[in-house]
């Protein structure tokens, strides 16, 4: 056999068997029966049970009771169980559905037994009513504060209320009742004017008899009456400015057309001299060669000289740079430094406002009714509870926050701010807060859609003064209001 053809047949039989080992194992293990049979369960060996003896004292006959019954059936043999048992084969254990977490509950929160309603007089001075109504089936004793407007003094009170100094800087008009069960009392106020026809908004509200914790807010405005409308007397038409700019367009284009005909008459005449003074000695003769035309001589353009061109292209190049240093600098001059931002990753648009007045923002409406400091290191109720710091004060705010969206909305007690005179700001004490409101964490369970709660937000600061500005917001990235403290 040639040594080629010897070769050829070793590498064929080379390339079988590696076909046979790379088909091996593709194939099944075990045939279909005895892969559905399953295994047989271990036998395990029951231990010997132990055959009571029988006492001394025992009789045959008992002996004979106790002994098991001899049967003819043959003792029970070990037999491979067919059936899969328990013990057979451990199966994995499965995977946990997937289930959500279960969302929060917003807390219900019962209805205040007291609730107060403010409404503005139309009188030429500020006056405002204030109805407290005690929805409650016994008496209430409460205490009524009315917030007072920066400048502005108390000239008439009801009867039983004392105009006094609130723990910041602003004055309040203070009543003392106590309310029958489903009663309603009217108590009124007049203040005086800070600035003729400027709105002023007093909010009041109702606490316990301590004056820690408040039962319900209100607020309103006062508009002052708007001044009956002047007489208007119509502008003659030749006087006013459509008028005018029509008629001055009219005679413009009477102007235009005016002078196309005179010129229009004028060259016809030229034209006319022109063929009458071409007569001669032979014009009415014709001739074989034309005559030639005169060169008439050239003209020179006049072009205006180089100075003029320079100056007048330096004079438009200045107007352009003064306009557009000009129009920079408006616009850097209306960017309000002190403004929230109110786009890109902000939600909702950031507003500002007085105290009493409700501001919205993209969750919430906030109306911050007032705020008042305690002195450095003491401990009274209305600060939440507890002693504060040696070298800081509590101040307590009573905020009304109202959902005003569809949905459930948590909020949180890390984003709300009290600004301090150079910038400063500290955020809510949440232990004192939850103190305040005895016991109750109110940024643990979210608010529910619609609703509405007044309650009070303490802040621990450092120094004298007390905070200029309370930053109120939902969420992180909510532009949130700004409320500017008295």
């Known amino acids: 056999m040639p040594a080629s053809t010897r070769h050829h047949r070793a590498l064929a039989v080379f390339v079988h068997c590696l076909g046979i080992l790379a088909a091996v194992p593709a194939l099944p293990a075990a045939a279909p029966e005895a892969a559905a049979t399953p295994r047989p369960p271990a036998v395990t060996p029951q231990p010997p049970t132990a055959t009571p003896r029988p006492t001394a004292a ?29 013990t057979a084969e451990p199966t994995p254990p499965s995977a946990p559905p997937a289930v959500a977490p279960p969302a929060r509950v917003p807390a219900s929160t019962p209805p205040p037994p007291v609730t107060v309603a403010v409404a503005p007089e139309s009188s030429p001075a500020p006056r405002y009513r204030i109805h407290v109504r005690n929805v409650g089936n016994s008496p209430v004793d409460t205490t009524v504060r009315q917030e007072l407007p920066p400048g502005s003094s108390a000239t008439s009170i009801s009867a039983g209320g004392r105009s006094t100094r609130a723990g910041g800087s602003a004055a309040e008009v203070t009543w003392r009742l106590r309310l029958p069960a489903h009663s309603t009392t009217t108590l009124g106020t007049a203040l005086t004017a800070t600035a003729p026809g400027q709105p002023l908004t007093a909010p009041a509200c109702a606490f316990t008899s301590d004056g820690s914790r408040p039962y319900d807010c209100g607020t309103a405005t006062w508009q002052a009456a708007a001044p009956p409308p002047a007489k208007v007397t119509e502008t003659p038409p030749w006087q006013r400015i459509p008028v005018l700019l029509a008629g001055a367009a009219i005679l413009l ?20 001299a022109a063929l009458a003074t071409d007569g001669g000695p032979d014009a009415g003769r014709g001739t074989i060669y034309p005559r030639p035309a005169a060169p008439s001589p050239a003209k020179r353009r006049r072009t205006p000289p180089v100075w003029l061109l320079v100056g007048v292209a330096v004079a438009v190049l200045a107007g352009v740079i003064g306009a557009a240093g000009w129009t920079a600098t408006q616009r850097v001059a209306a960017i309000d430094t002190e403004k929230q931002p109110t786009s890109g990753a902000w939600m909702g648009t950031g507003v500002s406002g007085p105290v009493g007045v409700p501001l919205r923002e993209s969750a919430f409406e906030f109306t911050v009714y007032g705020m008042s400091c305690g002195s450095a290191g003491a401990a009274r109720p209305a600060d939440g509870g507890g002693a504060a710091p040696a070298a800081g004060r509590r101040c307590q705010a009573t905020v009304g926050v109202r959902n005003v969206t569809g949905d459930h909305q948590p909020w949180h007690g890390q984003l709300q701010r009290a600004y301090l005179p150079g910038g400063r700001w500290v955020s809510t004490d949440e232990s004192a807060t939850r103190a305040a409101n005895l016991g109750r964490d109110v940024f643990a369970d979210p608010m529910a859609a619609g609703s509405r709660v007044v309650l009070p937000l303490v802040f621990t600061v450092d120094g004298r003064d007390p905070p200029r500005q309370l930053e109120l917001r939902s969420g992180v990235f909510s532009a949130g209001v700004r409320v500017d403290m008295p």
Not at 58 to 82: E, G, H, I, N
């Open 253 to 272: 284009l009477l102007s235009a057309g005016l002078v196309w005909v005179w010129r229009r008459r004028r060259g016809r005449r030229v034209t006319a």
């Open 58 to 86: 025992a009789t045959p006959s008992s002996v004979a009771a106790t002994l098991p019954p001899v049967t003819s059936t043959p003792p029970p043999v070990a037999v491979a169980a067919r059936a899969p048992t328990a």
